[in-house]
């Protein structure tokens, strides 16, 4: 089974401030995305990224994906209220498996 | 709309009762999913169907939890003489694969209490 560990779980920061949120595993996967989730309703995707080493930037989000497609990280720059949510990864494995995610990082952004 | 739509949004059932949920998907995805979710937690699988074939039950599924796709439309996930453990949200995605990539759409969800 293929797992995924978000860190941290817990995030409280002021307005303005940056953060990087991780998403680590010790398994390879062809792909690996990032969702937002609000309250009450199911997650929305951001992003997805497929090579070892891509960036990709989404206006304040910067997403990386590892070398050893393991892992991932997404930063923000400038937090905003706005951004407040839980923000999910998810992997898929080789042989288009399906998806998993990862247990979440709720992010709490205070103005 | 032309997103993926669960129905019922809410579902609060007495221990012991049955439920059944439906969603359905974009139309021209040929792939669904079914994930649990409870309070804090990331979205844990259950199954995934592409078209009417049920591709993977998770083993975590118990033989009271069965989930149909006919024709390869709607889907419903039905549980059987639910037990407090049950209670979660249930969502549904539709997915479309994009070359390499597998892109989920999820429903709203629907949110089971059971007392």
């Known amino acids: 089974t293929q797992l995924l560990e978000q860190s941290p779980q817990f995030l409280s920061i002021q307005e303005g401030e940056n953060l990087t949120v991780y998403c680590n595993s010790s398994?390879?996967?062809?792909?690996l995305q990032w969702y937002r989730q609000e309250p009450g309703e199911g997650p929305v995707l951001l992003v997805t990224v497929v090579t070892g080493g891509e960036v990709k930037k989404l206006k304040r989000l910067t997403f990386q994906f590892g070398d050893a497609r393991k892992d991932s990280s997404l930063h923000i720059t400038a937090a905003q209220p706005g951004d407040t949510g839980l923000y999910l990864c998810?992997?898929?494995?080789?042989?288009?498996?399906?998806?998993?995610f990862g247990q979440g990082t709720r992010l709490t952004i205070n103005p | 709309d032309t997103g993926v739509s669960q129905d019922p949004r809410h579902k609060i059932t007495k221990r012991g009762q049955n439920v059944t949920f439906r969603c359905d998907p974009i139309?021209?995805?040929?792939?669904l999913y079914w994930y649990r979710q409870t309070l804090g937690q990331g979205p844990e699988f259950l199954t995934y169907?592409?078209?009417?074939?049920?591709?993977?039950k998770s083993r975590l599924l118990s033989d009271r939890f069965s989930a149909e796709r006919p024709k390869g439309s709607f889907s419903t996930l039905e549980i059987q003489r639910t037990e407090q453990g049950d209670s979660a949200m249930y969502l549904c995605a539709s997915a479309e694969r994009q070359g390499v990539v597998e892109k989920l759409f999820f429903g709203s969800g629907t949110q089971l209490s059971v007392l």
């Open positions: 139309s021209e995805h040929n792939r």
């Open positions: 169907f592409q078209n009417e074939a049920q591709l993977e």
């Open positions: 998810a992997g898929e494995g080789a042989g288009a498996q399906k998806l998993v």
């Open positions: 398994s390879v996967f062809s792909s």
